[in-house]
Structure formats: structure tokens, C-alpha cells
């Protein structure tokens, strides 16, 4: 976050498993915080390994797009297995012209996809009111390899300093109306910290 004049905190509900992108590569940080995990719910022993592999991928992940935060939910549900949740934070300079990192010109370049029979994928677009400022919320199901649910909520670090992008992400797209409550309360804690942060 070399380009930010201050931080950011966020967030995420108590069982997900909060990391260092850069450090979760090079140390044994994602070992110890699925260690962690397991001595204070034991039952979770028998799913270390799995735990670690999901960890894993969605640090490599996260590192491979230059997050600057990363965190991950791996919860198991009665009836429904392992429930998936990632979140990443990016952070770009934006356009060149500070008038092109404005939320409306954001939401301009960004195309809404209305759902259509045959596929899951549609796209929406609004501008959102959180307390760090104005954001534009993009939510939806993308088609892939995986089907994904997705919100994206992208805000303009005061001062012209780019764009916060915050990435919430689930492959399980039948439960798309609960991951994205999920997803927006979870967006909604972001708050800027340090001596010009709001």
C-alpha cells in the first residue's frame, strides 16, 4: 500500500480466516492461523490439510492480482458441505484524469448484464452510500470454469490517490442472495485510518 497516505480497516465475520498476502507466501503464517483454528475447534482436525490447501490457493490468488488484504471463509454447513467465501483488496491509481476515478464515471465504464434465460450470469450496477463514501456496487453471477458469485465495491481513496477494489467472491451461486447480504455487510465496515484517513 506504498501509494496510500494512510490505511484502511475492514471487517469479516470472526470464522474467516484473515492473512498477509505478501507474508502468506514466504512464511508458515496460513500453517499457524489453520493450527490456530483447529486447537480452538477441534472437530475441524480432520480437515487441516483441506483448509490449508483452499488457504493457500486463495493467497496465491490474491498475490498473482496485487491484493493489498486477503481473507477467506471455509465454513461447514449442516446439509450444504463447505461453504467458500474469498475477499481480496486491490488497490490501482486509476485513470490518469482525476475526473475519471469519480464514482459516476466508474459506474459509466462498468456494462450491466440483465439476467436471461439459459444462463446464470447477470451483472448490476449502483452507486452505494458506505461510511468511508460513495462506492460503485457491482454484484452478479460470473460464468467460468466456476460460476461465481461476485461483488465488487469500488471507492475512490480521498485525496486522488486511485481506487480501493474490494472483491468478495463464492462459487456457490444457488446461495447468491445470502453471499451477497454477506458480502455487503461486510463491505459496508470499510473505514480509512491513519492521519488522513477519514
Known sequence: ????????????????????????????????????????????APHRSVLLKVLREVADLAARHGAVFGAAMTDHVEDAGTVLATLMVLHTRGRSDPEGNTVEAIASGIVAVPPTPGTPAWRGVEIVELDAGRA???????????????????IPVPGGHGVLDLVLTSPHHS????????????SATLAWSGPQGE
Do not use: C, H, K, N
Open 1 to 44: 500500500m506504498a501509494d496510500l497516505p494512510f490505511g484502511f480497516t475492514l471487517r469479516v465475520p470472526d470464522s474467516w480466516y484473515e492473512f498477509d498476502v505478501w507474508r502468506a507466501g514466504r512464511t508458515g503464517d496460513l500453517a499457524r492461523l489453520v493450527d490456530a483454528r483447529v486447537a480452538a475447534t477441534p472437530e475441524l
Open 136 to 154: 460503485v456496487r457491482v454484484t452478479g453471477v460470473e460464468t467460468g470454469e466456476l460460476d461465481s458469485v461476485v461483488m465488487q465495491t469500488l
Open 175 to 186: 446461495l447468491a442472495e445470502p453471499m451477497l447480504d454477506l458480502f455487503d455487510a461486510i
